[in-house]
């Protein structure tokens, strides 16, 4: 089923807004549909009965039957195949993980919106940017704030869920709440953005297209789309993906802010060179 899913990838961007939302779902995860009916993938994907047939016959099937079946067939080959990835050795891992991040990194890519070029412009406006993940969006979260804090600009990136609150809680209007999220579902990074919206700032997310309760307090949201699927159902690249957005913005800050950012960035540069070892002569 490959070729399907590389078919929906190609037809993605000239999709009608309801069939792309059911487009996204199922590349996102594409095992879920065999457990879904017609109304259950409705209500996941917040379409209607209607746009998923009307898509699955865009797709070449009949109906949502027979394309539930195809993505069937593909989760049992995917079954078989994990078999085999148990004897797999070190390089053949080490060229999936590869291989998983930059699919990912390409799907995500097809997803980008002028959503970026509004997050940009809030986070060039901002005067502090405050930061909001937990577990191991936090440590992408901490990275982004480092980066941006040699351009000058305050804000903060707390591991501690009561800070992240406090964080939120002293926010002003026109400032930027950034949260990292792939399910949109951790209760205080939610909550954190409920509060920050309320506060008057620009909230931006970034998270995997569905339905969740932190889209409901988000001005701007950046959609990732992770291809790899490993034991545990652990997504391994969706950090790959978090990080890559991440590191565009930074760029597209250093960029608009031009000899600003090059100041900042050569003040901080020699600040940080005191806590190197010099080399010997």
Request: glycine content about 6%.
């Amino acid at each position: 089923m490959k070729g399907l899913l590389m078919r929906i990838r190609f037809q993605l961007p000239s999709l009608p807004r309801a069939e792309r939302v059911v487009a996204e779902a199922l590349l996102e995860n594409p095992e879920a549909i065999s457990g879904l009916t017609l109304a259950q993938l409705a209500k996941e994907t917040g379409s209607s009965d209607a746009s998923i047939i009307r898509f699955c016959r865009r797709m070449g099937f009949k109906g949502y039957t027979d394309f539930k079946t195809a993505f069937s067939c593909r989760k049992d080959l995917s079954d078989e195949d994990e078999e085999k990835e148990n004897q797999d050795s070190m390089m053949v891992i080490l060229k999936k993980v590869f291989r998983g991040n930059m699919q990912t990194l390409t799907d995500t890519l097809s997803l980008a919106t002028t959503n970026y070029d509004e997050a940009l412009n809030a986070m060039v406006k901002a005067k502090s940017i405050h930061f909001f993940g937990v577990g191991d969006a936090y440590a992408v979260c901490q990275l982004a704030h480092m980066k941006i804090s040699r351009l000058g600009i305050s804000g903060s990136a707390y591991s501690d869920v009561t800070q992240q609150l406090v964080a939120a809680a002293n926010i002003k209007p026109g400032d930027v709440a950034f949260s990292v999220s792939y399910e949109g579902r951790s209760r205080n990074v939610v909550e954190a953005m409920k509060i920050a919206k309320e506060r008057g700032a620009v909230t931006i997310c970034i998270t995997k297209m569905n339905k969740s309760p932190l889209l409901h307090y988000v001005d701007i949201a950046l959609f990732i789309s992770v291809s790899d699927l490993t034991i545990g159902r652990e997504k391994v690249a969706r950090r790959v993906a978090d990080q890559a957005i991440l590191d565009a913005l930074f760029v597209g800050m250093s960029i608009r802010m031009g000899k600003e950012a090059v100041k900042k960035m050569q003040d901080t540069h020699k600040v940080m060179e005191i806590n190197k070892i010099k080399k010997k002569s």
